[in-house]
T-cell receptor, first 114, second 114 residues
Framework: AQKITQTQPGMFVQEKEAVTLDCTYD???????LFWYKQPSSGEMIFLIY??????QNATEGRYSLNFQKARKSANLVISASQLGDSAMYFC???????????FGAGTRLTVKP | EADIYQTPRYLVIGTGKKITLECSQT?????MYWYQQDPGMELHLIHYSYGVNSTEKGDLSSESTVSRIRTEHFPLTLESARPSHTSQYLCASSETQGIHEKLFFGSGTQLSVL
């Protein structure tokens, strides 16, 4: 069964506007970690933000914030004030037990329009 | 930031050749991973290692093999490359296997088998 679901294969946003990338996950564990990575066309994976399942506050890192809704099992990434350099693939990922290996969603391709 | 290196960056070879993709990290991380990614698709875990002399297969069946003789080095080998092996291979490491631990990624090797 798919553990991480990203339902938006592609998204467009106007420069300087905010955009939300959706991510839902499936786990029966109480303790797990949620991550977002950015992959530009050059191919490297860049860590953006982390949210622990026990964290009560939503994580923020500069223009990135994670909208964590535990009951809904969703961990959406919000990018504020989009920039042209934000155009990339974005992957949601989760670590859960027993091995805590990181699993990735299918990704969302974000295109920022000037 | 992270110091994890993959070589070569790009590789084009003929069917039947033996190849080794190199991955090295200078952070002293015990945990290392290989992911396979087709263009624009999700990452699939194919191998991982929890330390020297420890290797395990991941979720996605792969004809490749790995070794971990030194902490810093985690090479991946294909004994006889085939066109179906054409993909991007991403190496990663983390300090621990905790749910909060992010992965540090190398730049990837784009493999094309003709």
């Amino acid at each position: 069964a798919q553990k991480i679901t990203q339902t938006q294969p592609g998204m467009f946003v106007q420069e300087k506007e905010a955009v939300t990338l959706d991510c839902t996950y499936d786990t029966s564990d109480q303790s797990y970690g949620l991550f977002w990575y950015k992959q530009p066309s050059s191919g490297e994976m860049i860590f953006l933000i982390y949210q622990g399942s026990y964290d009560e506050q939503n994580a923020t890192e500069g223009r990135y914030s994670l909208n964590f809704q535990k009951a809904r099992k969703s961990a959406n990434l919000v990018i504020s004030a989009s920039q042209l350099g934000d155009s990339a693939m974005y992957f949601c990922a989760m670590r859960e037990g027993p091995k805590n290996d990181m699993r990735f969603g299918a990704g969302t391709r974000l295109t920022v329009k000037p | 930031e992270a110091d994890i290196y993959q070589t070569p960056r790009y590789l084009v070879i003929g069917t039947g050749k033996k190849i080794t993709l190199e991955c090295s990290q200078t952070m002293g991380h015990d945990k290392m991973y290989w992911y396979q990614q087709d263009p624009g698709m999700e990452l699939h875990l194919i191998h991982y290692s929890y330390g020297v002399n420890s290797t395990e297969k991941g979720d996605l069946s792969s004809e490749s093999t790995v070794s971990r003789i030194r902490t810093e080095h985690f090479p991946l080998t294909l004994e006889s490359a085939r066109p179906s092996h054409t993909s991007q291979y991403l190496c990663a490491s983390s300090e621990t296997q905790g749910i909060h631990e992010k992965l540090f990624f190398g730049s990837g090797t784009q493999l094309s088998v003709l």
